[in-house]
């Protein structure tokens, strides 16, 4: 019977599953009637309802369990995506990130026009970074967190920190695993700490 219902389930459903079951049913009903009580346009996922999404229209992300999980999960987030924002896969995004994807003249409210930011494949994006129009971070990186993203960060396997950031560190091949780092694994958060 279990075997004839998953069958039946697409791919969607078993990722909405997911979330629920990993952030609880009580966590996802809240962010639900908050966002509906104080979002204007819906994101199309499932978002923590103290975080706020801007020409939500032009996100594109890839409906893996780690992403729509953090967009439910994470707190105080900003996306404002003006001229788009591309997540990747397998993005971790930690509470009070902000990506801001256009700028406007000192003169008036009219949005100045500019590339997407990007966001490879199995990245993490530290508390509170904040990513500036025209920012790209590679795929397998790290933004620690506060950092201020203001460029391109195209290679892989990147530690970018600070404000505004730069390179502190390439991870080696064995660093670059797949998945990110377990909390509580305390020789792998050593071994990936910047000093």
Not at 108 to 118: A, D, N, T, W, Y
């Amino acid at each position: 019977m279990t075997f004839l219902v998953r069958r039946l389930m697409s791919d969607g459903m078993r990722t909405r599953l997911h979330v629920v079951r990993k952030a609880g049913l009580r966590f996802v009903l809240t962010n639900w009637i908050f966002g509906l009580l104080s979002r204007k346009s819906s994101p199309g996922f499932s978002l923590h309802f103290t975080s706020q999404v801007t020409a939500a229209e032009k996100i594109n992300y890839s409906a893996d369990q780690l992403t729509l999980s953090s967009f439910a999960c994470s707190g105080h987030c900003y996306f404002q995506a003006n001229n788009g924002i591309h997540f990747g896969k397998n993005c971790l995004i930690a509470p009070g990130v902000k990506i801001i994807s256009s700028n406007h003249g000192l003169t008036g409210r009219k949005f100045e026009r500019g590339s997407p930011i990007q966001i490879g494949n199995d990245v993490w994006i530290g508390a509170g970074a904040i990513m500036l129009p025209g920012s790209v971070v590679g795929d397998r990186c790290v933004a620690g967190a506060g950092s201020v993203v203001t460029r391109a960060f195209p290679d892989e396997g990147l530690v970018i920190a600070g404000n505004p950031a730069e390179i502190i560190k390439r991870l080696d091949i064995d660093e670059k695993a797949h998945s990110l780092p377990e909390p509580g694994h305390r020789k792998e958060q050593e071994r990936l700490s910047v000093r």
